[in-house]
């Protein structure tokens, strides 16, 4: 049974950082591709970034290259999203999945919240 927990969200500041923290159980990170999403209100839930099982690369939108950094511990069997510079449009409950690009066993999201 797949199961992901996200944690790590919170309030910040605009220009702070927050670490997002993906915990897996049910998947294998080394062969399992994990992303981030997020869905700010009134706005349709988007990817974020994403990191290969096979090889952990990563992917970034645009919107977030360059201050995002997605990374995995597979002792811990966790993926982690290193968020800096921080902007309010960064606002967004955000949720880690099963594959990059047809995600499915969502977690139940974290609230990550940039005040201007």
């Known amino acids: 049974q797949v199961q992901l927990v996200e944690s790590g969200g919170g309030w910040v500041q605009s220009g702070g950082s927050l670490r997002l923290s993906c915990a897996a159980s049910?998947?294998?990170?080394?062969?399992?591709?994990i992303g981030w999403f997020r869905q700010a209100p009134g706005k349709e839930r988007e990817g974020v970034s994403c990191?290969?099982?096979?090889?952990?690369?990563?992917f970034y939108a645009n919107s977030v290259k360059g201050r995002f950094t997605i990374s995995r511990d597979n002792a811990k069997n966790t993926v982690y999203l290193q968020m800096n510079s921080l902007k309010p449009e960064d606002t967004a409950v955000y949720y880690c999945?099963?594959?990059?690009?047809?995600?499915?066993?969502w977690g139940q999201g974290t609230q990550v919240t940039v005040a201007s």
């Open positions: 999945a099963t594959d990059c690009f047809d995600p499915e066993n």
């Open positions: 990191i290969k099982g096979s090889d952990g690369s990563p």
């Open positions: 049910g998947v294998t990170l080394d062969s399992d591709d």
